[in-house]
């Protein structure tokens, strides 16, 4: 069923089971995120999507209820930019400045909203958060959104989640050891907003989260495919594919596809119409 | 224990009919409290020399006192544990010793004496011999608490002769459910374990939303330092909460129920699960209980200890083995709760309190109370008062009639042992000044006044306590137990107890003052759960009933309680020194100097103390001055 609500004074449609967020987003209207991603559940950990929510019934009553999560209604009123929201957003930024005074991401978030430099304690200068903390050579620029472990649990294998409580909370492996679940698919890496998580290619191998994989190599020409063979041996379990949709890189598959287009042009010029029933087999090519 | 099921209502009826005409309700009873706070005083060792002693008697001797000695749950005056209580005369001992057994059975017990020694002291010194009497006692409402330390926690037949399951008999032979449902809704019961949300109405929405299954749980989380009302309930009567839990499950209609006891608290598991077990054997759970057709059993869910743990929607993602992290709850979870199920969630005391309602009728318990708090509330009452401990008041009792009242008033007499605050709600509750000691206590005018009812924490503080450094501990205790989920949270009360311990050590500013209340009011709209939403309140509080206070740490960098540690200097008064050299023996940092002789002085060395306080905690004569 569908129906019409209001979003900053302008009448949105919106339908059973659809959230604010997406209904804005539709209807034109920006709402910073940065712990939404279609790939997985909504979360509401981030705080940005904050927006002023009422109703005429609820007689004057607003509430600050985050975007993404909160179901839309008919006869809902929401503000997206109202001032409780804006005082939240500002310092939800601010904070996150603190937290990742080197992120470009949140350093031109809060730009947008007014804050050029954190008001509050930047979290590298205080020692006792150094401590014990392994040394990264890149600066820390996990917001902690969730969407890495998140991504990970639903997309491939749930192999690295968030460990420990309050400010000392952090994306982390099954005891800060390489994850034995981990199948290499940089899902986690691509996701993140900060460019947090860091993975490095070298040719035939890959490496994330301190563990190499080795790349499937294809099977004519021996270049590597941009799948690790742990994540093909995954994917092809999950999406219960052939295990040879893996086996050759892009440009040998194109070169078979086209031989036997090749081969079926020399049939129909000898005569022979009708597709053979057996399975064509590729042919052979020489590397 | 007996193994008997009771396949009908009288079946039960019948058994407590000959429990009673076989005079064990008559029997003289020696109650030797064996909760967590009385244990933790050596009352394990006590009931162990009393059993000795007692079973030692000759039997001539033994049969004609008719006595039995029972282990109960908590008496509630846990500072001074452990408690004996000889029933029925009521005499009350206090910190008994497992020395002091053989003088109580050969005196009390067998000669019908009254030691005076271990009695209870009342304000004046004067002793007091009876339970009734004490002004602990005599000021409090005990109705959610009314077994408590009355039975022995592993007898069904205690509980069943103090009229236990006698309300789910007649609930299950005289009510539906829909008359249940009203009966809880009339008596306007609200939650204890903290929102204080009407009960009725929670019933009613899970009822009438959609899907067949439904769960029940009974959150026995428990997460604010100091406070042990659902422990003490959970240990002391734990048939009470089954017996809660059945009449709410039958009025639900739902047919599984959970009860979360946090792994800190092994008594009460061990409690709950003997009192499952019995009750199941007695065919109280599980199918078809008391041949009514209504089915319906308990499981105990242990909890890792986290605070956060104590929130609903947490609660319910650690019960299915998930991390207890909230989610927001703009579809409640009387909608879908518990593996996405329509769910009731409601605190130890809430149940409890179920069961007192059902006995005697709604109108009996909206008797008690105000207008729009019913009923009575435990609190658990610590800090700087005579009795610390577990008292049960009618709500609407003012804060002074309970310090003052079964509190026992202040510790400490004298200037610095004057009433300073009291924080009620536990850590993400509020600290209230002397001007507001007349304040109702109920839901609403604790909230109002800018503090909560919370699960009933209260911590009285006098005037050796600095409220800054108050402030900070909470807010170190919060950011600590944060689940770190969302940014406001997790990075917001770090920053305030930034703030807030920069202004301790005597480096705040008079513009982080205005921070403070700005960043706090961000993190109160923004949080995610009633943990972060609440979490500034114990700074906003204080800022706004003791701000002198912060200016005194800002301005004047002065710390007037003397605690902050940055701010405060030790000195020795010559003139009151004597050199008895208790200090110097004391001090960990080699920071006094001086040797000891008597007429001589010492002095302290400023640079090398480490301000630890352990030299005044020793002085005899007080010469330890802090300035």
């Not at chain 1, 993140?192 to 563990?211: A, M, Q, S």
């Not at chain 2, 209870?120 to 330390?149: C, E, L």
């Not at chain 2, 026995?220 to 499950?249: K, N, Q, T, W, Y």
């Not at chain 2, 989610?327 to 969630?345: F, N």
Request: net charge neutral.
């Amino acid at each position: 069923m569908s129906f019409s609500m209001m979003i900053n004074g302008k009448r949105v449609e919106a339908h059973d089971g659809e959230l604010v967020l997406a209904a804005a987003r539709r209807a034109g209207i920006h709402i910073p995120t940065l712990c939404e991603h279609e790939a997985v559940e909504p979360f509401g950990s981030c705080r940005l999507c904050m927006v002023e929510v009422t109703k005429e019934a609820w007689k004057g009553w607003k509430g600050l209820m985050t975007a993404c999560l909160y179901p839309a209604a008919p006869d809902l009123i929401v503000e997206t930019e109202s001032e409780r929201v804006l005082h939240v957003r500002r310092n939800v930024l601010d904070l996150l400045l603190a937290r990742c005074p080197d992120s470009k991401l949140i350093q031109r978030l809060a730009a947008e909203h007014g804050v050029h430099r954190t008001t509050f304690t930047p979290r590298d200068s205080e020692p006792s958060r150094r401590e014990g903390e392994r040394a990264l050579a890149a600066p820390d620029l996990c917001i902690l959104c969730g969407l890495c472990t998140r991504v990970c649990e639903t997309a491939a294998t749930a192999a690295i989640c968030t460990v420990k409580r309050g400010h000392a909370r952090e994306v982390g492996t099954p005891w800060g050891t390489p994850p034995p679940d981990c199948i290499g698919c940089l899902a986690c890496a691509h996701i993140c907003p900060t460019g947090h998580i860091v993975f490095v290619e070298t040719g035939f191998d890959r490496t994330i989260w301190e563990r190499t994989f080795a790349l499937v190599r294809c099977k004519d020409c021996g270049r590597p495919l941009p799948v690790t063979v742990e994540q093909a041996a995954f994917l092809a379990k999950r999406q219960q594919l052939d295990p040879s949709y893996f086996e050759r890189c892009e440009a040998c598959q194109r070169q078979s596809t086209a031989q036997v287009f090749g081969r079926m042009a020399r049939w129909n010029r000898l005569g022979l119409v009708q597709e053979p029933s057996a399975p064509v087999k590729p042919v052979e090519v020489k590397p | 224990m007996q193994a008997t099921s009771y396949q009908t209502v009288d079946d039960l009826r019948a058994h407590v009919g000959k429990l009673r005409s076989s005079g064990e309700a008559d029997r003289r009873r020696l109650l030797c409290c064996c909760g967590t706070g009385c244990i933790a005083s050596g009352a394990a060792p006590v009931a162990e020399a009393l059993h000795k002693a007692l079973a030692e008697l000759p039997a001539d001797k033994r049969a004609p006192l008719n006595l039995v000695m029972k282990r109960t749950g908590c008496h509630g005056l846990c500072q001074k544990g452990p408690l004996v209580v000889l029933m029925p005369e009521g005499t009350f001992y206090t910190s008994v010793k497992p020395k002091d057994v053989p003088e109580i059975v050969s005196r009390s017990v067998l000669g019908g004496e009254v030691i005076e020694r271990l009695l209870y002291r009342d304000a004046s010194g004067k002793p007091v011999q009876k339970y009734s009497a004490i002004d602990f006692y005599a000021k409090q409402t005990r109705v959610a608490m009314r077994n408590v330390g009355q039975i022995d926690p592993a007898s069904l037949d205690d509980y069943l002769l103090r009229d236990g399951y006698q309300a789910l008999c007649k609930v299950l032979t005289t009510m539906t459910p829909e008359q249940v449902m009203q009966t809880v809704e009339k008596a306007k019961l609200r939650g204890r374990g903290g929102g204080g949300f009407d009960a009725g109405r929670k019933w009613r929405s899970c009822k009438s939303a959609k899907g067949e299954l439904r769960y029940i749980i009974c959150n026995g989380d428990e997460g604010d330092p100091g406070a042990f009302m659902d422990c003490s309930i959970m240990e002391g009567d734990p048939h009470g909460v089954i017996e809660g839990m059945i009449i709410g499950a039958y009025a639900l209609e739902c047919h599984e129920g959970y009860i979360y006891v946090r792994q800190e608290y092994p008594l009460a598991v061990k409690h709950l699960q003997r009192a499952l077990g019995d009750a199941r054997a007695a065919g109280l759970l599980g199918e078809n209980i008391l041949g009514s057709g209504f089915s319906f059993d308990i499981t105990i869910a242990r909890g890792g200890g986290a605070f956060v743990c104590g929130e609903s929607s947490a609660l319910m993602r650690s019960v299915e083995g998930k991390v207890g992290e909230p989610r927001a709850k703009y579809v409640h979870a009387t909608d879908k709760g518990l593996w996405d199920r329509p769910t009731v969630l409601n605190n130890v005391e809430t149940w409890v309190n179920v069961v007192r309602i059902m006995e005697r009728g709604a109108d009996w318990f909206c008797g008690m109370g105000t207008e729009r708090s019913k009923g009575t509330k435990a609190f658990s009452l610590t800090g700087k008062v005579k009795h610390t401990g577990i008292v049960e008041v009618e709500m609407g009792t003012t804060l002074r009639q309970i310090i003052f009242g079964p509190g026992g008033g202040m510790l400490v007499e004298g200037e610095g042992g004057r009433f300073k605050a009291v924080q009620t709600g536990g850590p993400s509750g509020g600290c209230l000044p002397e001007s507001l000691l007349d304040l109702s206590v109920d839901f609403d005018s604790l909230t109002k006044a800018g503090s909560m009812m919370g699960s009933g924490g209260m911590i009285v503080m006098d005037h050796r306590t600095c409220m800054v450094d108050v402030a900070r501990y909470f807010l170190h205790f919060l950011t600590d137990e944060s689940c770190g989920k969302c940014v406001p949270c997790r990075e917001g009360l770090w920053q305030l107890d930034r703030i807030v311990s920069r202004i301790c050590e005597g480096k705040g500013a008079e513009a982080d003052l205005d921070k403070i209340e700005d960043l706090s009011k961000a993190i109160e709209l923004g949080s995610l759960c009633a943990l972060g939403k609440s979490g500034p309140t114990p700074v906003l509080s204080t800022l706004r009933y003791f701000r002198d206070e912060y200016l005194a740490h800002i301005k004047d960098h002065r710390c007037p309680a003397g605690v902050c540690k940055a701010l405060i200097t030790y000195s020795i008064d010559k003139a009151l020194c004597d050199g008895c050299g208790a200090c110097l023996a004391a001090c960990a940092s080699s920071a006094i100097l001086g040797t000891p002789k008597k007429g001589d002085s010492f002095e302290i060395n400023t640079l090398k103390c480490d301000r630890c306080g352990a030299c005044a905690a020793v002085c005899k004569r007080g010469a330890i001055a802090i300035s």
